[in-house]
């Protein structure tokens, strides 16, 4: 292991000369003292960046208070109506699984309450006031669209869920639909196992 002293300073210096984009012999010179060669960082390594490199529309904002650009904004937003002045009716999204006793009490499946552990997705959404027929239900991968005469929703889903196997239930006297999705996970067939 090398002592801190006289050959710190010249390997300091060694390095300054590599990473000096100027050839200047006073150069040697400023680099004997280390706090001259302290101001070099890492942006100081390699040519110097172009300033005349216009920036692409692309990336370019519009507005400085824009948050995010069009590319960004997430799927099924192509529903949202804001001139629509129906309201959002109350909903709640729960996850479920499968369970039987042997789960429960001998763990032989090794399912654990997590929401890893999910099969399905249950989407509660209340509508006083709606008949069954009135209701109209647009299910994608990861966006549900739901639409009444008094209501309108748009939810972004949790969850990917699969296109087949979903099913929906009106009750009438709860005024409530239920809406259960199955989910889709890139590694189901090695989690459920």
């Given at each position: 292991?090398?002592?801190?002293?006289?050959?710190?300073?010249?390997h300091l210096q060694a390095l300054s000369?590599?990473?000096?984009?100027?050839?200047?012999?006073?150069?040697?010179?400023?680099?004997?003292?280390?706090?001259?060669?302290?101001?070099?960082?890492?942006?100081?390594?390699?040519?110097?960046?172009?300033?005349?490199?216009?920036?692409?529309?692309?990336?370019?904002?519009?507005?400085?208070?824009?948050?995010?650009?069009?590319?960004?904004?997430?799927?099924?937003?192509?529903?949202?109506?804001?001139?629509?002045?129906?309201?959002?009716?109350?909903?709640?999204?729960?996850?479920?699984?499968?369970?039987?006793?042997?789960?429960?009490?001998?763990?032989?499946?090794?399912?654990?309450?997590?929401?890893?552990?999910?099969?399905a997705m249950l989407v509660k959404i209340?509508?006083?006031?709606?008949?069954?027929?009135?209701?109209?239900?647009?299910?994608?991968?990861?966006?549900?669209?739901?639409?009444?005469?008094?209501?309108?929703?748009?939810?972004?889903?949790?969850?990917?869920?699969?296109?087949?196997?979903?099913?929906?239930?009106?009750f009438s006297v709860r005024e409530e639909?239920?809406?259960?999705?199955?989910?889709?996970?890139?590694?189901?067939?090695?989690?459920?196992?």
């Open positions: 292991m090398e002592c801190l002293g006289v050959s710190s300073a010249q000369t590599l990473l000096s984009t100027q050839q200047d012999d006073d150069g040697d010179e400023d680099c004997k003292n280390v706090t001259a060669c302290a101001g070099l960082g890492p942006g100081h390594i390699g040519p110097p960046p172009k300033r005349d490199k216009e920036v692409s529309p692309v990336y370019e904002k519009k507005n400085s208070k824009d948050i995010w650009s069009e590319e960004e904004v997430a799927e099924g937003s192509q529903y949202d109506d804001f001139a629509d002045p129906r309201p959002q009716p109350e909903y709640e999204v729960l996850l479920k699984q499968s369970v039987g006793t042997e789960d429960m009490f001998l763990g032989l499946n090794r399912k654990d309450p997590s929401s890893m552990c999910c099969e209340k509508l006083p006031d709606t008949e069954a027929t009135d209701v109209i239900l647009d299910v994608k991968e990861k966006f549900l669209d739901l639409r009444t005469p008094k209501y309108k929703l748009g939810l972004h889903l949790p969850h990917p869920t699969h296109s087949h196997g979903g099913k929906a239930h009106f639909l239920e809406v259960t999705l199955l989910i889709k996970r890139p590694m189901d067939v090695v989690n459920m196992q």
